[in-house]
């Protein structure tokens, strides 16, 4: 069983579209984030929703909306896609919270390319 | 804010060999966790070792190793016997206790030379 897996692992699409990526955990956390990794690859978080709340909302274009509608699932809408939007994008989960040494358990990766 | 860095954007060690990664970062906090990440090429991060800053013994997990130096605020990696499969992108990860944002150094390149 995948812990944590997103869906669609590959998107290919033209500029201004629009496209949605989804997540889902099994591993019963409570805290649940969006990651882009660049060509350099070099991480940087997005968002992170904590049952259902969005408590992390870093720098990020408008058209970038992230939704939860349960603890176990946050998806990520991009609207008007821009070429530099070309990224992977990680979902990941963790426990969260102080009692927890908050590792974080990641999915596959979505590689979104945009042309 | 909180930073995290990577020096060294790409090494080399021959298989069998030991090899240390650097990291440094930067916080006034004094409570938080320091986590060592692996990508290898098939794109998953996979959790390679973490360090509770309360904690002075270093963490160890089989040939994995840290060396956590809270003072000069330096969290190492050390790969003993380094095997082919050890080749991958090493990312160094600090998380404050009080939140639960992770952030991420740029990372390492580590290639394993037969």
């Known amino acids: 069983d995948t812990a944590v897996s997103q869906t669609p692992k590959y998107l290919v699409t033209q500029m201004g579209n629009d496209k949605s990526i989804k997540c889902e955990q099994n591993l019963g956390h409570d805290t649940m984030y969006w990651y882009k990794q660049d060509s350099k690859k070099f991480l940087k978080i997005m968002f992170s929703?904590?049952?259902?709340?969005?408590?992390i909302n870093e720098t990020v274009p408008n058209r970038f909306s992230p939704k939860s509608p349960d603890k176990a699932h946050l998806n990520l809408h991009i609207n008007s896609l821009e070429l530099g939007d070309s990224a992977v994008y990680f979902c990941a989960s963790s426990l969260g919270g102080r009692q927890n040494t908050g590792e974080l358990f990641f999915g596959e990766g979505s590689r979104l390319t945009v042309l | 804010a909180q930073t995290v860095t990577q020096s060294q954007p790409e090494m080399s060690v021959q298989e069998a060999e030991t090899v240390t990664l650097s990291c440094t970062y930067d916080?006034?906090?004094?409570?938080?966790?320091l986590f060592w990440y692996k990508q290898p090429p098939s794109r998953q991060m996979i959790l390679v070792i973490r360090?509770?800053?309360?904690?002075?013994q270093n963490a160890t997990e089989n040939r994995f190793s840290v060396n956590f130096q809270k003072a000069a605020k330096s969290f190492s990696l050390k790969i003993s016997d380094s095997q082919l499969g050890d080749a991958a992108m090493y990312f160094c990860a600090y998380r404050m206790n009080r939140d639960d944002k992770i952030i991420f150094g740029k990372g390492t390149r580590l290639h394993i030379l037969p």
């Open positions: 916080t006034s906090e004094s409570d938080y966790y």
């Open positions: 360090q509770e800053a309360y904690k002075q």
């Open positions: 929703y904590n049952n259902k709340e969005l408590i």
